[in-house]
């Protein structure tokens, strides 16, 4: 309208740049159908339990001020924190290592990515175990002590957060560094470039060119490191001794201990107050989530600097070295006749033995728990795509709800994706006891990995072009092919998450013999004197998860960078 | 040929009824784990080979209490061997006990523990019995105090494997038995209730500052922050394989151990020292076999058999751990020299006295990281890592258990 006269139009052209719709696309019924089952598992195994833990959290007037007034409780809350301070060290790990690579090359990119990730790999639990291995207080037993020469309490009070953050770092690290490493590699160069001849100084370009390409990345690592460190668990339950757990356990741990001594009310203002720091804390990661976590289309790659590619290759042998070490710790020990092992470490050689392995493959409880965790973690991959895929599609394309309402849904998935499993587990023991436990297991396990899984499903949909003419009903398995990758990805995390879950199982206090973390979790009772026989079956539960990566690798590293073919 | 879909069909149930006319094993939850754990099952074969019941053996370690008292009923074992006393009485997991009846009689002093006050019934039957009032050390020392009072070990003689509560629990029931026998009485009576108000009086804070004053001047700062990251075993090696420590307080089942890491004839053992005039301190523990509702008469049967009494020439495995040492039972008599003596009092001694920390329930209930096993653990901490004064970390510790028994 003109300002002078109301009833004069003004004619303002409107582009419609759409793909011209032929189809109606799916009904809203129909789209409201593919995100039943995941929004199902969501609610009924998380959301539901969580509400209902905050309601018994009321039930007792007293139950949260007792809670805020114990010292115990607070001492682990302020445990989380500190493991929250690691979450950024790995971050920050991995970005320096991602750095100093960025150009070294495509050789060394490659072998770093592979030694970097593969400890993100192995379950907690077994890292706990090489770690309490390698710094063992004996120097005739203990690496680090007999490179000191004298016998040091690694694993005592103070000296053990350095264990634990080495162990953390060590795990996770790799992860960070993949993200970082193919963000670094897909700067928006020309825009540097032209940043750089209109004189913008150094520091600005930083700023305004660097820093938002590396906030979404940044923000996944971060994501994957709280969630890991919320969950810490098996990591302090098999690498450090009983005396010293008090000390560094968090919330999660503080809370399995002694959820019988604060009652109901009691445990579940506890697991409340957890929740809400972890969603405080994962809530960070929204800043550099406010776009859509996408890659930029990757630069050309320019050829490095001739010289600074080999320049390098110490510096990345150096890296590999410290990073198998641990694996070649656990994998000699594992070699080694038992009493010898006990006695004195793996550097001492002789008598190598494949005794060790022998036993746990004749041990009928060992190898009846490696085929119902693998069934299991089959069962529980084929549910969460089940349910996460068409949940991602009609999510990614628009089937129900407008890219804007995305967020909200962003939103809810971190924050599900990062929750402490303790916030639930008392309502689901009651609800669930009746199922039985085989499927109880694999309903709370797809629950758990589910966010994750919509999460990075979306991620690779939405780059895959929706077909021209129509969207005809074949639609979603066209999407399924374009995006394979990102399936697989889904997959393989699903499986190795739930191949290496201690928590789970213990939590909901179904001690279900039948889970593998679980066997090697009763070595600990005498930690030094089983050493040999708990390295060995450690080294079996690992070879699983790492034999599936290996097959998949190419296609998961696609499915973390791009989530399409081509 | 090509199946059609309602052969198929009709096939389903029939796989599932012949899947379910073979007996499901027995369940059976221990806690074990390692060397013990193998020889329980060679004990349990013998089991299967007679009666052709199948039976599955998980060691649940730590989390026994978390199985028995858990919600999803399924999981609940037909049979458990639990070393914990009070697990027994608990509330949630007594009424999941099925009570023994039928089997052999036990002794009185063994029967009694296992009944509750005011019951006829047994709850269980023992397996497995320890002795836990033992000291040892290398053959050829012959040293012992006289008096608990006179015992000052110097720095880095004594080995204590201080990151397993039960080891720091075990420590402080022998200094309390030995010091004010009355106090573990009136805690634990043989016949009547218990009244955990004896946590309150002052020869509970003396004998922790007794055991806190031994405990500070056998480490060194140094030596007192290893102790703590050292388990049970790790400490047996400290004396019997690396020989950088002298003596180590440790139950009847260190034995195997010993002949195990350091070789055999290694070791001799004194009985834990006396206080003054008072009898010398005798703490036993043991595990006790019962059947869970669940598991029915078979699990009734299994108890019994398992716990049988054996006949004075039988041989099977049982008989065979007892011979090689770490194992006793209130029936037979070990035969290995050093045990003898032990076994011996754990069947006739007057001063005996079932672990202290084995009945606790509540919040006062061990386990890493909580209960009385975690005021310990600080007890130790404070006057052996810390500069605290064993006076005035008694006096902290004595308060967290008053604290605790109360809640």
Same mark, same amino acid.
């Given at each position: ?66 809670? @805020? ?64 291995? @390698?710094?063992? #207080? ?87 490191? @709280? ?220 629950? @758990? ?111 973390? #960078? ?5 | ?190 016949? $009547? ?156 001694? $007057? ?57």
């Amino acid at each position: 309208m003109s300002e002078q006269n109301a009833f004069l139009f003004e004619v303002a052209p409107h582009h419609d740049a759409r793909v011209p719709v032929a189809g109606q696309g799916l009904s809203r019924w129909r789209a409201a159908l593919y995100l039943l089952l995941a929004v199902l598992l969501s609610a009924g195994v998380i959301l539901a339990p969580l509400l209902v833990t905050v309601l018994i959290s009321f039930s007792r007037p007293g139950a949260w001020s007792d809670v @805020l007034s114990d010292g115990q409780a607070w001492q682990a809350v302020g445990n989380t924190l500190i493991w929250w301070v690691l979450v950024v060290v790995v971050c920050a790990v991995g970005l320096g290592l991602a750095w100093l690579v960025r150009n070294a090359g495509p050789a060394l990119g490659l072998v770093m990515r592979v030694i970097l990730v593969l400890p993100a790999v192995v379950s907690p639990l077994t890292t706990g175990a090489i770690f309490r291995l @390698l710094f063992d #207080t004996s120097r005739e037993r203990g690496m680090a002590a007999a490179l000191l020469g004298r016998d040091t309490a690694f694993l005592g009070p103070g000296w053990i957060w350095l264990v634990l953050g080495l162990a953390f770092v060590w795990q996770y690290a790799g992860v960070a560094f993949l993200v970082f490493h193919e963000a670094l590699n897909r700067l928006p160069s020309n825009l540097l470039r032209m940043a750089r001849a209109f004189g913008v100084g150094r520091q600005r370009r930083l700023w305004s060119v660097v820093l938002p390409a590396l906030a979404g990345p940044a923000a996944l690592a971060y994501l994957f490191a @709280l969630v890991a460190a919320a969950r810490v668990f098996d990591l302090v339950l098999m690498g450090v001794p009983g005396a010293t757990q008090a000390l560094v356990e968090g919330g999660g741990l503080y809370w399995w201990r002694h959820n019988d001594d604060l009652g109901d009310a009691g445990a579940a203002a506890l697991a409340v107050l957890m929740s809400l720091l972890v969603a405080g804390l994962a809530s960070l990661a929204l800043l550099g989530l406010r776009g859509r976590v996408s890659w930029a289309d990757p630069a050309p790659v320019a050829p490095p600097p001739a010289g600074r590619g080999r320049r390098l290759w110490p510096l990345g042998g150096a890296v590999a070295v410290l990073w198998l070490l641990p694996f070649a710790a656990l994998l000699f020990t594992s070699l080694r006749e038992p009493v010898a092992a006990a006695r004195t470490g793996w550097w001492n050689g002789e008598p190598w033995t494949l005794g060790s392995y022998a036993e746990a493959l004749s041990d009928s409880a060992f190898t009846g728990a490696l085929g119902t965790t693998f069934l299991r973690a089959v069962a529980v991959v084929c549910v969460v795509l089940l349910a996460s895929v068409p949940a991602a599609y009609v999510l990614a394309h628009e089937h129900l709800l407008p890219r804007r309402a995305w967020r909200p849904v962003l939103l809810v998935s971190v924050a599900l994706a990062a929750l402490p499993p303790q916030a639930f587990a008392v309502p689901l023991q009651r609800w669930l006891s009746p199922v039985g436990t085989p499927l109880a297991l694999i309903i709370v396990h797809a629950a @758990l990995v589910m966010p994750l899984a919509v999460l990075v499903l979306h991620n690779a949909f939405v780059r895959v072009p929706a077909p021209m003419l129509a969207r005809d009903r074949w639609e979603l398995f066209h999407v399924v092919r374009e995006a394979r990758p990102a399936v697989v990805l889904a997959g393989v995390l699903a499986f190795v998450l739930v191949w290496n879950d201690a928590v789970v199982g213990l939590l909901l206090n179904w001690p279900s013999g039948d889970h593998l973390p679980l066997i090697l979790l009763e070595q600990a009772r005498h930690f030094m004197s089983a050493a040999s026989p708990l390295a060995a079956q450690a080294v079996i539960a690992t070879a699983v998860p790492v034999l599936v990566v290996a097959v998949t690798a190419r296609r998961l590293y696609r499915g973390l #960078t791009r989530g399409v073919r081509r | 040929m090509p199946i059609s879909r309602r052969v198929l069909l009709a096939a389903v149930p029939a796989v599932l009824v012949a899947g379910c006319a073979g007996q499901p094993p027995l369940r059976v939850a221990v806690v074990w784990s390692g060397e013990e754990l193998r020889r329980f099952l060679r004990v349990v074969d013998a089991y299967v080979a007679a009666f052709r019941r199948p039976v599955s053996v998980y060691s649940a370690g730590d989390n026994i209490s978390a199985l028995l008292r858990g919600p999803a009923e399924d999981v609940i074992p037909d049979v458990a061997v639990i070393p914990r006393l009070g697990l027994l009485f608990d509330p949630v997991v007594r009424p999941r006990i099925r009570p023994r009846t039928g089997g052999h009689a036990q002794p009185e002093f063994w029967r009694r523990l296992v009944t509750p006050r005011g019951s006829g019934e047994e709850l269980g039957a023992w397996f497995k019995i320890a002795n836990k009032s033992l000291v040892w050390q290398r053959t050829g020392e012959q040293w012992a105090p006289a008096s608990l009072t006179s015992w000052q070990p110097r720095p880095g003689s004594l080995a204590i494997g201080a990151a397993d509560g039960w080891v720091l629990s075990d420590w402080f029931e022998n200094v309390l038995l030995a010091y004010a026998p009355e106090v573990y009485d009136g805690l634990f009576p043989p016949a $009547e209730r218990g009244n955990q108000a004896w946590w309150g009086v002052a020869q509970v804070t003396e004998a922790l500052t007794l055991l806190a004053t031994i405990w500070r001047e056998a480490f060194t700062h140094d030596q007192g922050r290893r102790a703590l990251t050292m388990q049970f075993h790790d400490s047996i090696l400290d004396v019997f394989s690396y020989r950088t420590a002298d003596v180590v307080a440790a139950p009847d089942f260190a034995l195997p151990v010993i002949e195990l890491y350091g070789g055999r004839d290694v070791a001799r053992h004194f009985p834990f020292p006396r206080h003054g005039d008072k009898p010398p301190p005798l703490v036993v523990g043991g595990d006790v076999a019962v059947a869970m509702r669940g598991g029915g008469q078979d699990a009734l049967d299994f108890v019994n058999w398992l716990t049988r009494p054996r006949a004075a020439g039988e041989r099977d495995a049982l008989t065979d751990w007892v011979d090689e040492g770490g194992f006793l039972t209130p029936y037979r008599a070990p035969s290995h020299p050093l045990l003898r003596a032990p076994a011996q009092a754990l069947s006739r001694a $007057e001063n005996r006295h079932y672990d202290l920390s084995d009945r606790l329930i509540g919040r006062l209930e061990g386990g890493d990281g909580r209960g009385l096993w975690r005021v310990l653990t600080e007890l130790f901490t404070d006057v052996t890592a810390g500069t605290v004064a064993p006076a005035t970390a008694a006096a902290a510790a004595r308060e967290k258990i008053v604290e605790g028994a109360a809640r």
